[in-house]
């Protein structure tokens, strides 16, 4: 799977990982969903800590399409809000 983590580029990310970015997913909707800011800043780190941890980055010449959008770091809770689905940033 392709994970593009804004303004870093693209990873990519073995499948195997779904189930434990959905843990991490469900601590940042629950973040934003409570405006908790602090809650949300550490849930968010953590989230794209454990991408880059585990991915290797994709090809930077690569025109390939990201399979799932991540928010940057410095993002801001409204920011990630309205990036959110109802089902949070990673579906499933």
């Known amino acids: 799977m392709i994970i593009r983590i804004l303004g870093e580029g693209q990873f ?3 499948d195997t990982l779904l189930d ?5 997913d469900a601590a940042v909707e629950s973040a934003v969903e409570a405006g908790d800011e602090t809650a949300f ?3 968010l780190g953590e989230l794209l800590t454990e991408v880059r941890g585990v991915a ?5 010449d690569s025109l390939d399409e990201s399979d799932l959008i991540l928010p940057p770091a410095d993002a801001t809770l409204d920011e990630v809000r309205d990036m959110m689905r109802d089902d949070g ?3 499933g």
């Open 41 to 43: 800043a550490a849930a």
């Open 20 to 24: 434990r970015l959905n843990e991490l």
């Open 12 to 14: 990519d990310v073995p």
């Open 89 to 91: 940033l990673i579906p």
């Open 56 to 60: 290797s980055p994709h090809a930077i």
